[in-house]
């Protein structure tokens, strides 16, 4: 696979290109801030990780990438560009045209994501008549050519299957085949792998590594595994409290991680090697997003907070190229201008 | 008040031993068909030594979670049996309480196992007074117990269980089950639906516990890089059967059943720069309900000849105390040994 890093800054036009997302949701009781100012960019081909832990943020970001928060109780800021066209405005009649074209997601669990009463064949073909105005016969044959694509066996009976007569690792191959039925520019897929089998989750991953680099698809992961995100990032960006807190390509923030959280989450992950010693752990628990602290939302769980840590919320600083990091402890400010101006 | 059971049978005697241990479900009879089973669990034999951690690896469906029920007899084995420190379990041997009260079990779902309308304190003293401890007692023990799984007592036991965090409801699960001072513990995938900061917490926490109460742990994970962490000898399981049996240095290092190289070659590489090229296995386990005949494994393995389907493979013995069921290992044994 060619690793050669993705010039997201230089590219003259991102794919995506969030800036200050923010998302809350207005509940009885509280407003709850699960994202509260993200910057995203993404180049077209490039595979992108958002690791974060329950709470984090992360799937309500790659949510409101595609706007599918719920509308009545959601509140959404700031700037969102996907493939030029600005997602913030866009009407409902123009979403349905985005959403699937443009862009589509692939969920956790295919059982729940899949309508039951319809067949395989069935639900891909209505999404492809649906976008392309195409006869129903020629999409049943663009279905069966995406099962094959996404290496189902003897795909050509599988079109006839209801999703509950699939093993849980074909109906998530058959959900891809449908995310990709038409042709979308970029690829949302949240935790794909969390509900397979571990034999199962590394076909899933060398699958999706390569449909991206043979349709040239630019992809964001969500996902809490530090490994999954080793096998298909270009690069990763790890969230915490509705914030990005480092970000860089996947080689250094596996090798070298910066900011506390994430050493403290590669300290606290089990892997080859942590036998017989003791796990280094984060104390405490994540934050109420309710409730946010003032200043770093870690800060709380921090080791080496420092009194300034808890009055206001540090910006993202760039340490070396492509490496962002939002902790003024290990990187402070006077070294770096902020880059998000 | 409660005391731990005794040891009866010694250091060399295994505290728990599993003899042709076989549970298989029946599905709904249909007319014309014959009646269909779910082999969910078939013969198997394993035991436990005191003071170890035995993990029990396997995928979805491979009967890791039904033999841990079989074990705490929650349900009944369609044949085999359990011993525990040399007594049988059941009518002739141990009664059901007097064995539950040695060996107790933490489930994966924090929340479904407690009582959501119990407080963390009344949960936790619940087991003892229904084993004859008084309340005040049973509560002063609630509140030793909290402290040893690092709740304070103060802030926690009169809360209720959607009131703390997942991590810490497991907490309270670790605590209900060391109350009645048991001597094993079942633990069914304990910390899977924990984020990664707190499944390290809570591992640390029950290898402190472990060493502090003096425990024998069963620990069933689908996770090889938890189970190597925790465990000090492994089990893999394929389809109710025991595919390979080992200490986990040498099961890790020099894995011997076809099942157990494509499972610890499925773990993500944790390096860009050594990414997984292949998945070492295609397709999903096959369905429990008909297995393939001769070796349940030789539809997704690479090494499966003729005899693979005709015959089910013996367990052999590779080095002192690993052995596993596969014709092509034993076949290269006798290779070397000629």
């Known amino acids: 696979m060619n690793m050669a890093s993705p010039a997201t800054a230089a590219s003259p036009t991102p794919l995506v290109r969030a800036r200050d997302l923010c998302v809350s949701f207005a509940t009885p009781r509280a407003t709850v801030n699960a994202v509260n100012g993200v910057n995203l960019d993404l180049a077209q081909g490039e595979s992108l990780c958002i690791l974060g832990e329950s709470g984090s943020g992360k799937s309500v970001t790659l949510r409101a990438l595609m706007r599918l928060n719920p509308p009545k109780r959601t509140v959404v800021t700031g700037e969102l560009n996907v493939a030029n066209q600005d997602v913030m405005q866009m009407t409902q009649a123009q979403l349905s045209q985005y959403r699937g074209p443009v862009v589509s997601m692939i969920f956790q669990e295919p059982l729940s994501a899949l309508d039951p009463v319809f067949t395989i064949g069935h639900q891909i073909a209505e999404a492809i008549v649906r976008h392309e105005g195409i006869s129903r016969k020629a999409a049943r044959a663009r279905a069966l050519s995406l099962l094959e694509l996404v290496q189902i066996p003897s795909a050509a009976r599988r079109l006839g299957a209801y999703p509950h007569e699939l093993s849980g690792g074909l109906r998530q191959r058959a959900m891809i085949a449908m995310a990709l039925s038409c042709n979308p520019r970029l690829l949302l897929a949240d935790e794909p792998t969390t509900a397979l089998d571990a034999t199962v989750q590394i076909q899933i991953l060398l699958l999706l590594r390569k449909l991206q680099r043979e349709l040239g698809m630019g992809v964001i992961f969500v996902t809490h595994d530090i490994g999954v995100a080793s096998e298909v990032a270009d690069r990763v960006a790890v969230m915490y409290g509705g914030r990005v807190v480092e970000e860089a390509p996947v080689e250094i923030l596996i090798r070298s991680p910066r900011h506390p959280y994430t050493s403290g989450l590669l300290g606290a992950t089990v892997h080859a090697g942590t036998r017989g010693t003791r796990l280094t752990t984060i104390p405490g628990a994540p934050p109420d997003l309710a409730e946010l602290p003032a200043g770093c939302a870690f800060a709380p769980r921090c080791t080496r907070a420092e009194p300034g840590c808890h009055k206001a919320v540090p910006p993202l600083l760039e340490v070396t190229a492509g490496h962002h990091v939002r902790c003024p402890v290990v990187c402070p400010a006077r070294i770096q201008a902020p880059i998000n101006v | ?338």
């Open chain 2, 1 to 338: 008040m409660i005391e731990r059971m005794p040891d009866r049978g010694g250091p060399q005697q295994p505290l728990l031993i599993a003899r042709g241990l076989t549970k298989h479900f029946p599905l709904s009879k249909s007319l014309m068909r014959r009646r269909e089973v779910v082999q969910a669990v078939d013969n198997i034999d394993f035991s436990v030594m005191k003071g170890e951690t035995l993990g029990i690896v396997g995928e979805s469906g491979c009967g890791k979670s039904t033999a841990s029920r079989l074990i705490m007899q929650l349900i009944e084995p369609t044949s085999g049996e359990v011993i525990f420190d040399g007594e049988s379990i059941g009518r002739s041997g141990l009664s059901l309480k007097k064995y539950r009260r040695q060996v107790q079990m933490v489930f994966q779902d924090s929340y479904s196992s407690l009582n959501p309308r119990l407080t963390i304190e009344e949960s936790i003293s619940y087991a003892p007074m229904v084993h004859g401890v008084p309340k005040s007692k049973a509560i002063s023990r609630t509140h030793e117990l909290l402290e040893a799984v690092g709740l304070a007592p103060s802030q926690y036991a009169r809360r209720y269980p959607h009131e703390l965090s997942g991590g810490q409801r497991q907490r309270i699960n670790i605590a209900r089950a060391l109350a009645l001072h048991p001597r094993l513990i079942v633990l069914d995938e304990p910390v899977s639906a924990l984020d990664k900061s707190v499944e390290a917490q809570v591992l640390n926490l029950l290898i402190d516990l472990k060493k502090q109460f003096d425990l024998t742990y069963i620990f069933i994970s689908h996770d090889l890089n938890v189970v190597e962490h925790v465990a000090d000898r492994v089990l893999v399981m394929y389809l109710g059967k025991i595919a390979e049996i080992g200490p986990v240095d040498s099961l890790f290092s020099d894995p011997a059943h076809p099942y157990t190289q494509a499972l610890l070659d499925s773990r993500p590489s944790m390096d860009p720069s050594r990414r997984r090229t292949e998945p070492p296995l295609f397709g999903d386990p096959p369905n429990p309900i008909n297995p393939p005949s001769g070796c349940r494994f030789r539809t997704r393995c690479r090494k499966a000849w003729g005899l693979c389907a005709e015959q089910p493979p013996p367990f052999h013995q590779i080095k002192p105390n690993h052995s596993a069921s596969c014709h092509a290992v034993a076949l290269e044994a006798e290779r070397v040994s000629e």
